[in-house]
């Protein structure tokens, strides 16, 4: 299995997304290549975003979500509640990720049996300190029912 998954091009497509960030970027009276250079992301993504509602990287989401304050879901179209209180301490994915398997007494090998990706996906992102795919990351957050923001380190809110 691909370490970011091979998904139809119609599923990473999402109405929602592309409404929620036309929207706010009429809310904030700029052009997409305005927003682009604000938030740090490529023209042509902020470009497809919009045109087309393509979900960009989950990079490309925490830097949009990180300059306008707001959730990885809300963001996404997700939820309407537009509150978020950013973590005041500087957790990594990877600290929260340890922590939360601490804290169900679960090892990563347990935690991958319920997942759509093998064991050796967490030791990847932990050793070469990346992050996985937003696919990924919906589904280690559903598996601890905790938001994605929240698996992030993003906040400490964990809903």
């Given at each position: 299995?691909?370490?970011?998954?091979t998904?139809?091009?119609?599923?990473?497509?999402?109405?929602?997304f592309?409404?929620?960030?036309?929207?706010?970027?009429?809310?904030?009276?700029?052009?997409k290549?305005?927003?682009s250079?604000?938030?740090g992301?490529?023209?042509?993504v902020?470009?497809?975003?919009?045109l087309?509602?393509?979900?960009p990287?989950?990079?490309?989401l925490?830097k949009?979500?990180d300059?306008?304050?707001?959730?990885?879901?809300?963001?996404?179209?997700?939820?309407?509640?537009s509150?978020?209180?950013?973590?005041e301490?500087?957790?990594?994915f990877h600290?929260?990720?340890?922590?939360?398997?601490n804290?169900?007494?679960?090892?990563?090998?347990?935690?991958?049996?319920?997942?759509?990706?093998?064991?050796?996906?967490?030791?990847?992102?932990?050793?070469?300190?990346?992050?996985p795919?937003?696919?990924?990351l919906?589904?280690?957050?559903?598996?601890?029912?905790?938001?994605?923001?929240?698996?992030?380190?993003?906040?400490?809110?964990?809903?």
């Amino acid at each position: 299995m691909p370490r970011n998954p091979t998904i139809h091009p119609t599923q990473r497509i999402s109405p929602e997304f592309q409404d929620r960030l036309n929207s706010i970027i009429k809310d904030k009276e700029c052009t997409k290549y305005e927003f682009s250079s604000l938030v740090g992301v490529s023209k042509e993504v902020i470009s497809r975003s919009c045109l087309y509602g393509i979900i960009p990287s989950l990079q490309s989401l925490i830097k949009i979500a990180d300059y306008l304050n707001i959730s990885i879901n809300y963001l996404l179209g997700k939820t309407s509640n537009s509150n978020f209180i950013k973590s005041e301490c500087n957790v990594s994915f990877h600290e929260r990720l340890r922590s939360l398997a601490n804290e169900k007494h679960k090892k990563y090998s347990e935690i991958a049996r319920k997942m759509i990706f093998p064991e050796s996906y967490f030791h990847d992102w932990i050793r070469t300190n990346t992050l996985p795919s937003l696919d990924y990351l919906i589904k280690i957050a559903e598996y601890f029912n905790v938001s994605p923001d929240y698996i992030l380190g993003r906040t400490d809110e964990r809903d």
